[in-house]
């Protein structure tokens, strides 16, 4: 998967957000509740995981994002941009300051080792509450 480079090599802290709703805008963040912070190794290891996400076709499901990370530079201001995942349709959907066009949507294999890898750190980061299904 194309992350935008400039606001990968920026990235100093993630925020890893249980998606609770759609935005009501378009560019606006995905509502939710944050449910860890990642900085250091976790960062460059979340980021591996997403740029080695290979690419799938797309699946139909309306678009069901579980799990967003919002990515943050030293200044901790606004989001160099956030990603936000739907496992069922194998779809990522970016948006933010960093982000061209072209890479707003585009589509992952769920079903492989770094999807699944990636969804483990999900769900790994949430409290038991907010730990769902095994599709999301």
Avoid at 14 to 26: C, F, G, H
Avoid at 29 to 51: C, F, K, M, N, Q
Avoid at 70 to 77: H, I, M, N
Wanted: charged share 20%.
């Amino acid at each position: 998967m194309q992350l935008p480079a400039e606001a990968v090599a920026a990235t100093v802290l993630i925020e890893v957000v249980r998606i609770s709703a759609l935005p009501t805008k378009r560019g606006a963040p995905y509502p939710g509740r944050t449910v860890a912070h990642w900085a250091g190794s976790e960062v460059a290891d979340a980021l591996a995981l997403i740029h080695n996400l290979p690419g799938s076709e797309q699946h139909r499901c309306g678009f069901s994002p579980g799990w967003s990370l919002r990515a943050y530079e030293d200044s901790l201001d606004l989001a160099l941009f956030e990603a936000a995942f739907c496992f069922r349709c194998h779809e990522v959907r970016m948006h933010g300051t960093a982000v061209p066009p072209a890479l707003g949507t585009q589509f992952f294999d769920a079903d492989t080792p770094p999807a699944q890898a990636l969804l483990a750190l999900f769900r790994a980061a949430a409290p038991p509450e907010d730990r769902p299904g095994p599709t999301t």
